[in-house]
């Protein structure tokens, strides 16, 4: 029997419904409107189209959306004081600033400068700390995306065996926090990790996080488990047409898909939870900065 499919647009699709929900109401009943301020610095292509489809989703989602794009050269003390401007206006209540910044600017230095109550992307050390211990925090968008999808599908995620491929600070290590959250028992692999296979065999649920198209095989999987694949890999197409390509996971969808319950696709998976996520937040931030209650749900 095949896997169940898990469509991450649909439920992403479902947690932006709540969001906007919970937007017109918070504006209407207290007159507050959530806003997010994205940062993009230089003209790296992939990251433009990030930023337009994060200020498109902010403003679908009623709130207010506010994009800043500055030169690739401008300098470190510049974004600085645009940061500080942010962090003062008490109109924004989220801040991201678009990731790889151009090499002359210190990545640590500038998003440790984000106030971390509107740190949207649960980057700032302050956040880490507070998430590594267990505690309130602001949670990075795409291993929440993970966790949504994760209680969706199971309920209650207590004591199942988890292994985490991956230990970026952007995807393995919160999503390593965020499932001992729930009382997973969790096994971090990555590089150096010694036969991966094995490792993932002994796991009810899956999360890999390498960047290496289809690496994980189908049969590393115990049967019946939920895989979630957060790989996003170009790969050549030529059935397609000459030049052509694809996005591919970090999983062998076709293999795996016959022996995993439950799996994400790619694209369709968890691509589309990261922005529902950043829109969660952003709602979550602004009900904590105005002390009203956050919505239920949405975070971790
Ligand atoms: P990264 O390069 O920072 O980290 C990759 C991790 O994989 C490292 O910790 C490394 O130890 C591990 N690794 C590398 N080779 C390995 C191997 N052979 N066996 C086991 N582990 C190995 O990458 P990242 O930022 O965590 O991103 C991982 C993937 O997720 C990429 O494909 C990225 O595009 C994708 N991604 C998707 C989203 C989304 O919205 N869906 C968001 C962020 C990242």
């Given at each position: 029997?095949?896997?169940?499919?898990?469509?991450?647009?649909?439920?992403?699709?479902?947690?932006r419904?709540k969001?906007t929900?919970h937007?017109t109401?918070?504006a209407s009943?207290?007159?507050?409107?959530?806003?997010?301020?994205?940062v993009?610095?230089?003209?790296d292509?992939?990251?433009?189209?990030?930023v337009?489809?994060?200020?498109?989703?902010?403003?679908e989602?009623?709130m207010?959306?506010?994009e800043?794009?500055?030169a690739?050269?401008t300098s470190e003390?510049?974004l600085?004081?645009?940061i500080?401007?942010?962090n003062?206006?008490?109109?924004i209540?989220?801040?991201?600033?678009q990731l790889?910044?151009?090499?002359?600017?210190?990545e640590?230095l500038v998003v440790?400068?984000?106030?971390?109550a509107?740190d949207?992307?649960g980057f700032?050390?302050s956040?880490?700390?507070l998430l590594g211990t267990?505690?309130?925090?602001m949670v990075?968008?795409?291993?929440?995306?993970?966790?949504?999808?994760?209680?969706?599908?199971?309920?209650?995620?207590?004591?199942?065996?988890a292994?985490v491929i991956?230990?970026s600070?952007?995807v393995?290590?919160p999503m390593?926090?965020?499932?001992i959250g729930d009382?997973?028992?969790v096994?971090?692999a990555h590089?150096?990790?010694?036969?991966?296979p094995?490792?993932?065999?002994?796991?009810d649920v899956v999360?890999a996080a390498?960047?290496r198209p289809?690496m994980v095989?189908?049969d590393?999987?115990?049967?019946g488990?939920t895989?979630?694949?957060?790989?996003?890999?170009?790969?050549?197409a030529p059935e397609?047409?000459?030049?052509?390509t694809?996005?591919?996971?970090d999983?062998?969808f076709?293999?795996?898909?016959?022996?995993?319950g439950a799996i994400?696709p790619?694209?369709?998976g968890v691509?589309p939870?990261?922005?529902?996520?950043?829109?969660?937040?952003?709602?979550?931030a602004?009900?904590?900065?105005?002390g009203?209650?956050?919505?239920?749900?949405?975070t971790a």
């Amino acid at each position: 029997m095949g896997a169940t499919i898990i469509d991450g647009r649909d439920f992403a699709a479902a947690v932006r419904g709540k969001v906007t929900g919970h937007v017109t109401r918070l504006a209407s009943e207290q007159g507050i409107v959530p806003g997010l301020a994205v940062v993009l610095v230089g003209e790296d292509p992939a990251s433009q189209v990030y930023v337009r489809s994060k200020g498109k989703a902010t403003v679908e989602a009623g709130m207010k959306s506010v994009e800043h794009n500055l030169a690739a050269d401008t300098s470190e003390s510049e974004l600085l004081a645009l940061i500080d401007q942010l962090n003062n206006d008490s109109s924004i209540h989220g801040i991201l600033v678009q990731l790889p910044l151009p090499e002359h600017l210190n990545e640590g230095l500038v998003v440790n400068a984000i106030d971390p109550a509107k740190d949207v992307d649960g980057f700032h050390i302050s956040n880490v700390g507070l998430l590594g211990t267990g505690r309130k925090s602001m949670v990075p968008c795409t291993p929440l995306g993970c966790l949504m999808l994760l209680r969706n599908h199971h309920g209650s995620l207590s004591g199942l065996d988890a292994v985490v491929i991956g230990r970026s600070n952007i995807v393995g290590r919160p999503m390593v926090q965020l499932l001992i959250g729930d009382s997973c028992t969790v096994t971090v692999a990555h590089s150096r990790t010694r036969d991966l296979p094995e490792v993932v065999r002994r796991a009810d649920v899956v999360v890999a996080a390498v960047g290496r198209p289809a690496m994980v095989q189908g049969d590393w999987l115990k049967p019946g488990a939920t895989v979630i694949d957060v790989g996003i890999n170009r790969v050549d197409a030529p059935e397609r047409g000459v030049g052509k390509t694809r996005l591919v996971g970090d999983v062998d969808f076709e293999r795996a898909s016959r022996v995993a319950g439950a799996i994400t696709p790619v694209p369709g998976g968890v691509g589309p939870m990261t922005i529902a996520c950043l829109l969660a937040n952003t709602l979550t931030a602004c009900c904590r900065s105005n002390g009203v209650p956050e919505p239920e749900g949405l975070t971790a």
